[in-house]
């Protein structure tokens, strides 16, 4: 950065910086929309892995001030292309009503992804057929992961499934639910992911796999909302 650039940063924070805030907090609040902006145009212009040309990708979703985190697994094959985590899914219906139930108030949320692309393999008639993300695919996101983190600093994360934990932690989500554990020294809580709930619908005991689900949630939120009353992560 060239000494001009830095001259015209500290001018602008000295004149309109108020008293009572810390001027590094402001210059993060008015560099966080262009943050936002540039992890998803480098997310949309992607091409490293050859799922990017499914024109199934999904994007950050946030402004960037939002104080938790929510990471998922991937995109999903129903989901238009450059569309936010879990939007226009059965996935996000099941996560967005477990949400309502707690009565989160889901403005104070950010999204994104572990693989932002749809992983996915063609059977002997062509037809894409969902597959677990190889390595490689995982660890070209993590690249946009790791910015998000960085970048944003979020107050809480919640992770939803195996492939996001494997990402931070080598353990699964049945050792670790329900638990507070630490990403990148950030408090974080892990739970099932909603695709998995859906795949495993049509058995006996998934009405008891949801209530568990809901009840790490809440574990996850009622953490935060101790820890951080002032945010008001709940819905009056």
């Not at 950065?1 to 993060?28: A, T």
Request: proline residues 6%; contains cysteine; hydrophobic residues 35%.
């Amino acid at each position: 950065m060239s000494e001009e650039v830095k001259k015209k940063i500290y001018n602008l924070v000295k004149d309109n910086c108020p008293d009572d805030y810390n001027p590094i907090d402001y210059v993060l609040d008015i560099i966080k929309p262009l943050a936002v902006k540039k992890i998803n145009n480098c997310i949309k212009d992607c091409n490293t892995c050859a799922i990017c040309d499914n024109k199934t990708k999904t994007v950050f979703n946030g402004n960037g001030t939002e104080p938790i985190l929510i990471i998922g697994e991937t995109a999903l094959s129903t989901q238009p292309f450059l569309s936010a985590p879990f939007d226009s899914s059965k996935e996000g219906n099941l996560l967005i009503y477990a949400l309502e139930q707690l009565k989160v108030d889901t403005s104070k949320i950010m999204w994104t992804n572990t693989v932002n692309c749809f992983p996915y393999h063609k059977n002997i008639s062509g037809t894409k057929i969902k597959r677990p993300p190889m390595l490689k695919e995982v660890e070209e996101c993590s690249v946009f992961l790791d910015y998000i983190i960085r970048s944003f600093q979020p107050k809480m994360i919640i992770i939803l499934g195996n492939i996001a934990l494997n990402t931070f932690m080598k353990d699964t989500i049945l050792n670790v639910r329900g638990q507070k554990i630490e990403i990148k020294g950030i408090p974080a809580f892990a739970t099932y992911s909603p695709s998995y709930l859906i795949d495993i619908e049509s058995l006996d005991f998934i009405d008891d796999l949801k209530n568990t689900f809901i009840d790490d949630l809440k574990k996850a939120f009622t953490w935060f909302n101790l820890k951080y009353p002032d945010d008001n992560i709940f819905n009056n």
